[in-house]
């Protein structure tokens, strides 16, 4: 049989043996001082979504993957839509999307863009060094896949 006092070291009233107060890893006593430290978690977070901001909202120009010297007009102009860029270097090669194709090839692939969206534009990027003739072969691969209009990109003077 128990008595009133003996709860094997407890009290019911949650005190230790002896009447002490238990000790509570939770309060800390005010003669220990803790030191200040700052939290970094927040400031990630933050970082984060700022980065995340930034990349969203930034604008990303479309090139054709080719270093293209351009020719200089003064009558050049800045257009404002998206347009469907295909560069010719000097050596003649076509690149579209950052990406080589032939002259053949090329209708192809422009048909697959229009399709998509019929109302884009073409620009040509071609090199001041380029064959003629080429240009023109490739206004005439343009014209034939269905590309509504055909501008040539040059430098503004």
């Known amino acids: 049989m128990r008595q009133d006092g003996d709860f094997k070291g407890r009290s019911p009233l ?11 890893i939770f309060n800390e006593k005010p003669s220990q001082k803790k030191e200040a430290t700052i939290d970094i978690g927040p400031l990630m977070d933050m ?14 120009t479309r090139e054709t993957g080719v270093e293209v010297s351009k020719p200089q007009a003064q009558t050049a102009s800045q257009l404002e839509k998206e347009n469907i860029l ?8 076509i690149h ?8 053949a090839g090329l209708s192809d692939v422009l048909k697959g863009i ?7 534009e073409a620009v040509l990027i071609a ?4 064959v003629t003739g080429k240009l023109v072969s490739v206004i005439d691969a343009c014209t034939l896949a269905g ?8 430098l503004n003077q």
Do not use: H, M, W, Y
């Open 47 to 60: 970082v984060f979504i700022l980065l995340i901001f930034f990349v969203v909202t930034s604008t990303f």
């Open 86 to 93: 295909i560069a010719i270097t000097r050596d003649g090669t």
């Open 14 to 24: 949650g005190r230790g043996a002896g009447g002490t107060p238990p000790l509570d």
């Open 96 to 103: 579209i999307d950052e990406r080589q194709v032939d002259l």
């Open 127 to 130: 090199d001041k060094d380029a």
């Open 147 to 154: 590309v509504k209009k055909v501008s040539i990109a040059a």
């Open 114 to 120: 229009l399709a998509k969206n019929p109302e884009r």
